[in-house]
């Protein structure tokens, strides 16, 4: 699953105009590596959440900001596993 987030999330970003092509998992989203902006965070997640069926609160967009891509890429499983578990639902 976390393989089919971070490829995701690349290709939304690469939508968003950011060069992908030297990102890690060890890159970080924010000022020391990819240098997101509060919006395109935003953009980001509203993306994920519509992909994946999960919310995020927009009070985590600064600790988001703060994670490399594979710590991001774990949260959204950790959320889309939480969601199936709490549904019932398969994830």
Do not use: N
């Amino acid at each position: 699953m976390q393989d089919r987030i971070r490829a995701f999330v690349l290709a939304a970003l690469a939508e968003m105009q950011y060069d992908v092509s030297e990102v890690t998992g060890d890159t970080d989203l924010g000022p020391a590596g990819l240098d997101l902006e509060s919006l395109a965070l935003a953009d980001l997640s509203v993306q994920v959440e519509d992909e994946f069926g999960i919310k995020f609160d927009l009070d985590e967009m600064e600790s988001t900001a703060l994670m490399t891509l594979d710590q991001f890429t774990a949260d959204v499983a950790a959320r889309i596993a939480s969601a199936g578990a709490t549904s019932g639902s398969p994830a």
